[in-house]
């Protein structure tokens, strides 16, 4: 299905926006939601994803597609909430989720940042592949998807109180991780 739809972007065939939708907008939604909060918002990034899709289809493959569209949703959903925010803190899990990792992860400075974002995706990336699977995807529920704790429990046949346990410890590592890497 991939393929058909990144054959029909590079065609500039309308086809591929309604075939990505069908195929993928339940999955963004549900994405911008859990970092929103509010379904119409959440629709509005979806579209917005769709846009930037096609303005990029020369780029889009079909093998990395998903992960291009869940990036991308992202993305628009946090650029979103935070323009939602900038007077006032929102109560999503998304919020709640970078609250938890406020005390790790270095502060934004305008030009420094983006090359500390490189550095830091790069530091993440490799951290994240020394874990163990199960602490990793518990990572990843929470501070990729933002999913609630409840949830990320009843996913993984644990006690709330086992992920928060499991976070904590993770977040700890993270922070001796970074550290030693010089990003803190």
């Not at 803190?89 to 502060?107: M, N, V, Y």
């Not at 199960?134 to 933002?146: E, G, P, V």
Request: proline share 2%; with cysteine.
């Amino acid at each position: 299905m991939d393929s058909q739809i990144t054959a029909l972007l590079s065609a500039r065939d309308e086809k591929a926006l309604q075939l990505l939708r069908d195929t993928y907008g339940g999955f963004c939604h549900s994405l911008a939601f859990q970092i929103i909060g509010n379904h119409q918002d959440a629709e509005e990034c979806v579209n917005d994803t769709l846009l930037a899709v096609w303005n990029s289809s020369a780029t889009v493959r079909a093998d990395t597609l998903r992960g291009y569209l869940a990036a991308l949703v992202r993305r628009t959903a946090i650029d979103r909430l935070k323009a939602q925010t900038a007077q006032k803190r929102g109560g999503t899990q998304f919020a709640a989720a970078l609250d938890e990792l406020a005390d790790i992860l270095p502060s934004d400075d305008q030009v420094e940042r983006q090359i500390e974002q490189r550095e830091l995706t790069e530091a993440l990336t490799a951290f994240l592949r020394t874990l163990p699977q199960d602490a990793m995807r518990i990572f990843m529920q929470r501070y990729y998807l933002s999913r609630p704790v409840q949830e990320i429990a009843e996913k993984n046949n644990m006690g709330k109180s086992a992920v928060k346990m499991s976070l904590m410890r993770t977040r700890n590592k993270l922070k001796d991780y970074l550290q030693k890497e010089g990003l803190l």
